[in-house]
């Protein structure tokens, strides 16, 4: 069945470059309009769409922090890495990776969620 | 922007009917999804493409459109709702994912 799972650093201090990792099973991200997204949640606060990367290696970022995200894929461990540049206190809140099965069409939605982790950025 | 907004809270008795609505421009022309989320837990697909179900959802959850909103019913709410539920939407053409503010929904 498909899972998803984050990993990372639970603390990173700022100015540093956080860098996460989603190790998913369960489907492969060769498959078409098959895409993995990255979505961080601060503590009481709301949901926010961070990147998404393809089947076909595109990637999209919030333009909110599009300079700071770069996004990959390693398909061969089934693998979505997300790097975070410079980070500040703002930057604290749980990181979770989704899995969209037919991102390639005019539907978007995440249909499995990996558990989350939390960074916490300390100053 | 492209941006989708929705009440901060709602509150209901259980047995009755709860309804949280989304809005914004571009839902005219983008289908809406929305989630159910518990504390410390990741959220969960309640409804996509504005009205459909996925498997395993229980029934008196449904979702309807009008123009610009979309939204999401509760019919007989238990005390096992009670959560955060958020809409979300996309800019198709910049690849862009919206989720709304988030709706805590307190079962009084």
């Known amino acids: 069945q498909v899972a998803l799972r984050e990993s990372g650093p639970a603390l990173v201090n700022v100015t540093q470059t956080l860098t996460l990792t989603c190790t998913f099973s369960g489907f492969s991200l060769t498959t078409n309009n098959m895409c993995v997204s990255w979505v961080r949640q601060p503590p009481g606060k709301a949901l926010e769409w961070l990147a998404l990367?393809?089947?076909?290696?595109?990637?999209y970022y919030s333009p909110f922090l599009q300079t700071r995200l770069t996004i990959s894929k390693d398909t061969s461990k089934n693998q979505v890495a997300l790097i975070l540049s410079n980070v500040s206190p703002v930057d604290t809140a749980t990181y979770y990776c989704a899995r969209s099965s037919d991102c390639g069409g005019v539907e978007f939605y995440f249909d499995y969620w990996g558990l989350g982790t939390l960074v916490t950025v300390s100053s | 922007s492209y941006e989708v907004t929705q009440p901060p809270s709602v509150s209901v008795s259980p047995g009755q009917t709860a309804t949280i609505t989304c809005s914004g421009d571009?839902?005219?022309?983008?289908?809406a999804y929305w989630y159910q989320q518990k504390p410390g837990r990741a959220p969960v697909l309640l409804i996509y493409k504005d009205v459909e179900r996925p498997s395993g959802i229980p029934a008196r959850f449904s979702g309807s459109t009008s123009g610009t909103s979309v939204v999401l019913t509760i019919t007989g709410v238990q005390a096992e709702d009670e959560a955060d539920y958020y809409c979300?939407?996309?800019?198709?053409?910049?690849?862009?994912?919206?989720f709304g503010g988030g709706t805590k929904l307190t079962v009084l």
């Open positions: 571009a839902l005219r022309n983008q289908y």
């Open positions: 990367i393809d089947w076909d290696d595109d990637k």
């Open positions: 979300q939407s996309i800019d198709n053409t910049e690849k862009f994912v919206v």
